[in-house]
Nanobody, 125 residues
């Protein structure tokens, strides 16, 4: 397992951008698939973006074209660039890691064995 710490959340106006970071430690980062998940108030957690060990990516439909997931194995960090943010993007955002096979199951969370504590993103005028 890896230990994960998210950062970069905050308050942003509609149409604005944020970049979330997920710093990993405790294991070999490069062998894990990574994902970003979010949970809005009163809603279920949903998977929004995943990246494989080979840098393949998947996105949930509502964020396609607006969000980009990347990873930097040299820095043991995954990122989520979020552009054109909307009020409905308001949520606590979590990063997660798991064995490479978990990428096939994305956006479900099956098999993911490491989670960060989350960072709050609020999109409001």
């Amino acid at each position: 397992q890896v230990q994960l710490v998210e950062s970069g959340g905050g308050l942003v106006q509609p149409g604005g951008s944020l970049r979330l970071s997920c710093a990993a430690s405790g294991s070999i980062f490069s062998i894990n698939a990574m994902g970003w998940y979010r949970q809005a108030p009163g809603k279920e957690r949903e998977g929004i973006a995943c990246v494989s060990t080979a840098d393949n990516t998947k996105y949930e439909d509502s964020v396609k074209g607006r969000f980009t997931i990347t990873r930097d194995n040299a820095k043991n960090t995954a990122y989520l660039q979020m552009n054109d943010l909307k009020p409905e993007d308001t949520a606590v955002y979590y990063c997660a890691a798991g064995p490479p096979i978990t990428f096939r199951l994305c956006p479900t969370a099956h098999g993911l064995n490491s989670w960060g504590n989350g960072t709050l993103v609020t999109v409001s005028a």
